[in-house]
């Protein structure tokens, strides 16, 4: 049986290695894949990522498939409905952000044309290649991950702190930190 080397962080879980294999690190480009990943790096923000995933259907299903349109409308009693939601993480203040960030990802569309077209601009529209050895050569936040957090900020985005951002880089190809012995290395 032939066994891939992977990056430390997904070993021995079937639905980890899945999300390494087929998502993390892949350049994303399309503004409701980016709100996903946005929703869901933000809920994970103290919490590990394979908590995040183990729920992804879960938060597709109760945020309207991603849907930011649906989610920048939503009002308070949809805001109730989904503190109730068991099979989603309910924290009051990351709810009332997915809103308050879809609202803000909808002007960011207005004013750059799409997100994607705003978010990659940091990037030069192309993927950060590292050249990581370990999985401690990856770092939780860079320069680059400070200044986009900081602009996050400024457009009224909440829960987008720099190791946030940083994840959100990694999961939606922006940065390749796939370790040098890793079959995904680009």
């Known amino acids: 049986m032939e066994t891939k080397e992977r990056c430390g962080w997904c070993k021995n879980d079937a639905l980890y290695e899945k999300y390494h294999d ?12 980016l709100f996903e990943f946005l929703i869901l790096e933000t809920f994970q923000a103290g919490l590990s990522w394979i908590t995040i995933l ?37 924290n009051k203040l990351k709810v009332r952000a997915a809103v308050t960030n879809a609202q803000a ?21 192309k993927p950060i290649v590292s050249q990581r050895e370990t999985l401690r050569d990856i770092p939780a936040t860079t320069p680059l991950s400070d200044e986009i957090s900081k602009d996050l900020k400024k457009r009224g985005f909440k ?28």
């Open 159 to 186: 829960f987008v702190g720099s190791t946030v951002v940083y994840a959100h880089m990694q999961a939606t190809g922006m940065v390749d930190d796939h370790i040098s012995s890793c079959w995904k290395r680009s």
């Open 22 to 33: 087929e998502e993390w690190g892949v350049p994303v480009y399309e503004d409701q894949k």
């Open 54 to 90: 183990r729920k992804r259907e879960n938060f597709k299903k109760a945020f309207d498939n991603f849907d930011y349109k649906a989610v920048a409308a939503y009002q308070e009693d949809k805001i109730q409905e989904l503190l109730l939601d068991s099979g989603i993480i309910r």
């Open 105 to 125: 990802f909808m002007k960011v569309q207005q004013e750059f044309g799409s997100f994607s077209d705003y978010i990659w601009k940091f990037t030069g529209g």
